[in-house]
């Protein structure tokens, strides 16, 4: 979002870099939406709510709130695929990492703090 924002006008037409911004946007806002849905904490709120003021687009909780809706009516329209997505979370959620230096270890830590979503 930042890149586009800040370099999008120097590369694009401005009939180009708005179907891009609004492109983007709206792909940000599902994966928004269905962070909501997966109960992202305080810490990844703050943190897309700045970097979304910083490209100076704002945040919008109307579009986070629309983007929830296209997850959860995708999810009872297609009710395969979510099983299976949520098959391969719990998977994924239930294996240990690998072994990592000591030094990795705190990055690690950091990564699944700012990422905020269980």
Request: net charge positive.
């Amino acid at each position: 979002m930042e890149t586009l924002s800040k370099h999008g006008p120097a590369f694009l037409s401005p009939d180009e870099f708005k179907i891009r911004l609004c492109r983007h946007l709206s792909g940000y806002y599902n994966f928004l939406g269905k962070s909501l849905i997966l109960g992202c904490s305080r810490v990844f709120w703050t943190y897309h709510k700045t970097k979304l003021s910083d490209a100076g687009v704002g945040f919008n909780r109307i579009r986070v709130a629309k983007g929830a809706l296209v997850t959860l009516a995708d999810a009872m329209l297609n009710p395969k695929s979510s099983v299976e997505k949520l098959l391969r979370r719990l998977n994924n959620h239930n294996r240990m990492p690998a072994p990592i230096a000591a030094s990795g270890m705190q990055d690690w830590a950091a990564s699944r703090t700012i990422r905020g979503c269980r």
